[in-house]
C-alpha cells in the first residue's frame, strides 16, 4: 500500500477537524441544554447497558482515561440513569447497570441524537455511512496496533 501524500493528508486534517468541530459542538451543546449529559456520559451508559459492569472495564474498552470515567459515572448517577452496587464476588468493586428511569431516558437521548446529526449525517445511506464507520474504525485500529507495537519494543 503507498502512503498517502502530505497534501491528502492535510485535507484529511482539515476535514476531520471540521467535521469534528461540527458534530461535536452542535450535539455536546444540544445533549448539555436538553439532558444536562456529555457525548462521553452517553458513550458510557452505552457500555453499560451492552453489558459492561465495571468502570475499568469501560475505560479499556473506549481508551479513556478512568478518572474520566469516573467522573461520568457519577454525573450518570446523579441523573439517576445508572445504579451502582458492591460486587457481591469482590467488595473492593462495584457493579454499574442502567436503571428504569435510565432506560427511558435512554430513549429521550437517542432522540435528541437523531434529530441533532440528522442535517450532519443525512446526506449518506446507512451503507454509505457504515462504510465511513468502518474506514474510521480501521485507522483507529491500526493506529493502536502500532502503538502497541512500538510499547512492546521499547
Do not use: C, W
Amino acid at each position: 500500500m503507498t502512503e498517502p501524500s502530505t497534501p491528502l493528508i492535510f485535507d484529511f486534517l482539515k476535514t476531520q477537524q471540521e467535521f469534528g468541530q461540527l458534530m461535536g459542538n452542535r450535539l455536546n451543546q444540544r445533549l448539555e441544554q436538553v439532558h444536562n449529559l456529555q457525548l462521553k456520559d452517553l458513550l458510557i451508559a452505552r457500555e453499560i447497558h451492552q453489558g459492561a459492569r465495571y468502570p475499568s472495564e469501560i475505560a479499556e474498552m473506549l481508551r479513556i482515561p478512568r478518572d474520566m470515567v469516573s467522573r461520568s459515572i457519577e454525573r450518570l448517577l446523579q441523573a439517576g440513569t445508572i445504579s451502582r452496587e458492591i460486587d457481591p464476588h469482590d467488595s473492593r468493586r462495584t457493579i454499574l447497570s442502567i436503571n428504569p428511569e435510565g432506560e427511558a431516558r435512554r430513549k429521550e437521548v437517542q432522540q435528541t441524537i437523531q434529530s441533532t446529526m440528522e442535517p450532519i449525517v443525512g446526506s449518506l445511506t446507512p451503507e454509505e455511512l457504515s462504510t465511513l464507520i468502518g474506514f474510521l474504525r480501521k485507522m483507529v485500529e491500526h493506529a493502536y496496533q502500532k502503538e502497541q507495537k512500538e510499547k512492546e519494543n521499547a
